[in-house]
């Protein structure tokens, strides 16, 4: 029972702690992706503290080790995309029968015919045309607020793993010393073993994705060369396929399938249009069965499990990542995973915690 005197205590810090719960909930899966970059970016920071001696600089320079690599990776996809843009422009705003040879040309023209209307319409008229297609207005702030949401949310997930990088070492000795009183040397060795889990399970991760990306590339370049026909051919967009292979493989199960099943749609559609389908259909096959078999099944049914889980049961780790997203959704992702890790070594101190 509580003492009389601190029950005011006890039940102002449940209602804390109650509210604490309801204002993160929502954030659950900013958290975990920013615990998911802290122990990615973790090991980088580690070697540069030694070197450098500032937490600070240190933890700034892992995270940028983790985005830069993003960054580029998403400017070369603009650029691709400013270039298949930049022909479809050509092909439909020609200028006095002669092509423009940049797509700022053409967008150039575009916004002089929207600017040179602008100045002819009246407040009234500009009230009516958002009325008429107040559909479209909505669509586009609705996109622009989910960029806005979506980038808010990223800054808050690097945030967190920026403050775990700085001073997860401080919180982790607070939550031993401050919750672990009578037996801290026990506590000690249950977050340093759930610590070590977490750190292979994500970095095995991240490894997995790695890897999974460069066969993705080599694999995309083999088939390309020696099995597609010209009509078919990836070309420039082989490497972006791999790259995305591996960014696909963080979700387990579902994530390729996001890959190969439209890239296999697309092949089928474009063979059909040309009138070669009936005559390439096996190429098809073959190429869509070797990304299947070496980018899809291989990575995630025999290399996740015994590169991310080391340390725990490989079957125990595959169904954390099958019934986490079935129970949780998309944070199951991480979550499964996490969860069994906390339960396999909670289960191993429990004889010594019944003993205490």
Same mark, same amino acid.
């Not at 899809?296 to 595959?318: C, E, F, K, S, V």
């Not at 944070?331 to 909670?346: D, K, Q, S």
């Given at each position: 029972?509580?003492?009389?005197?601190?029950?005011?205590?006890?039940?102002?810090?449940?209602?804390?702690?109650?509210?604490?719960?309801?204002?993160?909930?929502?954030?659950?899966? =900013?958290?975990?992706?920013?615990?998911?970059?802290?122990?990615?970016?973790?090991?980088?920071?580690?070697?540069?503290?030694?070197?450098?001696?500032?937490?600070?600089?240190?933890?700034?320079?892992?995270?940028?080790?983790?985005?830069?690599?993003?960054?580029?990776?998403?400017?070369?996809? =603009?650029?691709?995309?400013?270039?298949?843009?930049?022909?479809?422009?050509?092909?439909?705003?020609?200028?006095?029968?002669?092509?423009?040879?940049?797509?700022?040309?053409?967008?150039?023209?575009?916004?002089?015919?929207?600017?040179?209307?602008?100045?002819?319409?009246?407040?009234?008229?500009?009230?009516?045309?958002?009325?008429?297609?107040?559909?479209?207005?909505?669509?586009?702030?609705?996109? =622009?607020?989910?960029?806005?949401?979506?980038?808010?949310?990223?800054?808050?997930?690097?945030?967190?793993?920026?403050?775990?990088?700085?001073?997860?070492?401080?919180?982790?000795?607070?939550?031993?010393?401050?919750?672990?009183?009578?037996?801290?040397?026990?506590?000690?060795?249950?977050?340093?073993?759930?610590?070590?889990?977490?750190?292979?399970?994500?970095?095995?991760?991240?490894?997995?994705?790695?890897?999974?990306?460069?066969?993705?590339?080599?694999?995309?370049?083999?088939?390309?060369?020696?099995?597609?026909?010209?009509?078919?051919?990836?070309?420039?967009?082989?490497?972006?396929?791999?790259?995305?292979?591996?960014?696909?493989?963080?979700?387990?199960?579902?994530?390729?399938?996001?890959?190969?099943?439209?890239?296999?749609?697309?092949?089928?559609?474009?063979?059909?249009?040309?009138?070669?389908?009936?005559?390439?259909?096996?190429?098809?096959?073959?190429?869509?069965?070797?990304?299947?078999?070496?980018?899809?099944?291989?990575?995630?049914?025999?290399?996740?499990?015994?590169?991310?889980?080391?340390?725990?049961?490989?079957?125990?780790?595959?169904?954390?990542?099958?019934?986490?997203?079935?129970?949780?959704?998309?944070?199951?992702?991480?979550?499964?995973?996490?969860?069994?890790?906390?339960?396999?070594?909670?289960?191993?101190?429990?004889?010594?915690?019944?003993?205490?």
């Amino acid at each position: 029972m509580i003492n009389k005197k601190k029950r005011p205590y006890a039940v102002i810090g449940l209602a804390a702690f109650g509210l604490l719960f309801y204002m993160l909930l929502p954030f659950i899966d =900013v958290i975990l992706l920013g615990v998911f970059v802290y122990y990615v970016t973790r090991p980088v920071y580690r070697s540069f503290v030694r070197v450098i001696k500032s937490e600070t600089a240190s933890a700034v320079i892992a995270l940028l080790f983790l985005i830069l690599p993003l960054i580029l990776f998403f400017a070369y996809l =603009v650029s691709m995309a400013s270039a298949e843009l930049n022909n479809a422009l050509l092909s439909a705003f020609p200028t006095g029968g002669e092509t423009n040879s940049t797509m700022g040309a053409a967008v150039s023209g575009i916004l002089a015919q929207l600017s040179e209307s602008s100045k002819t319409l009246t407040y009234e008229e500009a009230v009516s045309l958002l009325k008429d297609n107040k559909g479209a207005a909505w669509a586009a702030l609705g996109a =622009v607020s989910a960029s806005l949401m979506l980038l808010f949310r990223v800054f808050i997930a690097l945030t967190i793993a920026y403050y775990l990088l700085k001073d997860g070492h401080k919180l982790r000795s607070w939550a031993i010393t401050s919750l672990f009183k009578d037996d801290q040397k026990l506590a000690e060795r249950f977050f340093k073993n759930v610590d070590s889990n977490f750190h292979s399970l994500f970095i095995g991760n991240m490894l997995s994705a790695v890897i999974t990306a460069v066969v993705g590339c080599v694999v995309f370049l083999a088939i390309d060369h020696y099995l597609l026909p010209p009509e078919l051919s990836i070309g420039k967009y082989a490497l972006v396929l791999g790259v995305l292979c591996g960014m696909a493989n963080l979700i387990p199960g579902i994530g390729m399938k996001l890959i190969w099943v439209p890239l296999a749609a697309h092949f089928v559609f474009k063979a059909y249009l040309l009138g070669v389908l009936f005559g390439i259909w096996w190429v098809i096959l073959l190429s869509i069965a070797i990304v299947v078999v070496f980018v899809d099944w291989i990575p995630d049914l025999l290399l996740r499990p015994y590169i991310a889980g080391r340390g725990i049961h490989t079957g125990l780790i595959l169904l954390s990542y099958i019934f986490g997203p079935l129970v949780f959704g998309f944070v199951g992702l991480l979550l499964g995973p996490m969860i069994m890790v906390v339960a396999i070594n909670l289960g191993r101190i429990l004889p010594e915690i019944r003993e205490g």
